[in-house]
């Protein structure tokens, strides 16, 4: 089946400094990724919508400038977190259209100190 | 726009028997996929089952089953002979039939315990 190897799993950067994630689409092309947030216990927030080779479509109240989206391939996405601060520490999950349906990789847990 | 409501925090069930978790949404589509996913505590997100609005037939897979009832706008999914390893959160999501865009709506999610 389609998978989706998100990395990296856990990082743990200091405030100030930007992380980036990645999302590749293993066996299939992502033409759409889409970006969530999740605190814990709680739903999934989509951040934005990234389609390769453009522009993303952020969410509202979501800052484009702190979380770059690139999707310049149709199997690589990535996620940047700029200047990191504590209160962007969270699990971040990423997810692409697939045959049948969605498929997610596995998430990173952000922790700023 | 499109909503999903779950309105359970958090159910218990005992092993081997059945539970049912609940789920509204509210849409002015007439076509439309629901789907139920499951989030262990790996945190990976499991596509449990799927329903396309079109068909009338209630979805089911193994254990995991649905009742779609389109007019009343509910989806509920049924777990029956519950074992230790569905104890998971559960989300209930939606997603509109056109727009190759077409994001998932998601609801809060239903943590389930099963008791052994």
């Not at chain 1, 690139?70 to 940047?80: C, D, Q, V, Y």
């Amino acid at each position: 089946g389609a998978v989706v190897s998100q990395h990296p799993s856990r990082v743990i950067c200091k405030s100030g400094t930007s992380v980036k994630i990645e999302c590749r689409s293993l066996d299939f092309q992502a033409t759409t990724m889409f970006w969530y947030r999740q605190f814990p216990k709680q739903s999934l927030m989509l951040m934005a919508t990234s389609n390769e080779g453009s522009k993303a479509t952020y969410e509202q109240g979501v800052e484009k400038d702190k979380f770059l989206i690139n999707h310049a391939s149709l199997t690589l996405s990535t996620l940047t977190v700029t200047s990191a601060h504590p209160e962007d520490s969270s699990f971040y999950i990423c997810s692409a259209r697939s045959l049948g349906g969605y498929t997610f990789g596995s998430g990173t847990r952000l922790t700023v100190v | 726009a499109q909503t999903v409501t779950q309105s359970q925090p958090e159910m218990s069930v005992q092993e081997a028997e059945t539970v049912t978790l609940s789920c509204t949404y509210d849409t002015s589509e007439s076509d439309y996929y629901l789907f139920w996913y499951k989030q262990p505590p790996s945190r990976q997100m499991i596509l449990v089952i799927r329903q396309e609005a079109y068909k009338q037939q209630n979805a089911t897979e193994n254990r995991f089953s649905v009742n779609f009832q389109k007019a009343a706008k509910s989806f509920s999914l049924k777990i029956s002979d519950s074992q230790l390893g569905d104890a998971a959160m559960y989300f209930c999501a939606y997603r509109g039939y056109t727009g190759a865009n077409s994001k998932l709506t998601f609801g809060k999610g239903i943590t389930l315990s099963v008791r052994p």
